[in-house]
């Protein structure tokens, strides 16, 4: 590891080629879908904000490293939930 941060935004290629951004893509939009009706919105994204945070860090201590991309795609998953959830 150079010890450097890189910083993007995450593409569609990323999202739709990498399975691991599509987990947390699936992961965090099946969250929202059932939390959000039950805790309201701000709980949930407190809530689905820690976890993914949660799961970066332990990544970055003991797995592959931290990685922007993949909070960015839980993000998206979030937002669409969000978006399904609110009927929009």
């Known amino acids: 590891m150079t010890g450097r941060t890189n910083i993007g935004l995450l593409t569609a290629h990323q999202l739709l080629e990498q399975r691991d951004k599509q987990k947390h893509f699936k992961v965090c939009l099946g969250l929202g879908l059932v939390l959000l009706p039950v805790m ?40 669409l939930s969000i978006l399904i959830s609110t009927n929009y």
Do not use: P, R
Request: proline share 0%.
């Open 40 to 79: 309201g919105l701000l709980n949930s994204i407190i809530l689905i904000s820690i976890i993914g945070l949660t799961k970066e860090a332990f990544d970055h201590f003991y797995g592959s490293g931290f990685c922007w991309y993949d909070l960015q795609a839980n993000m998206a998953g979030l937002l």
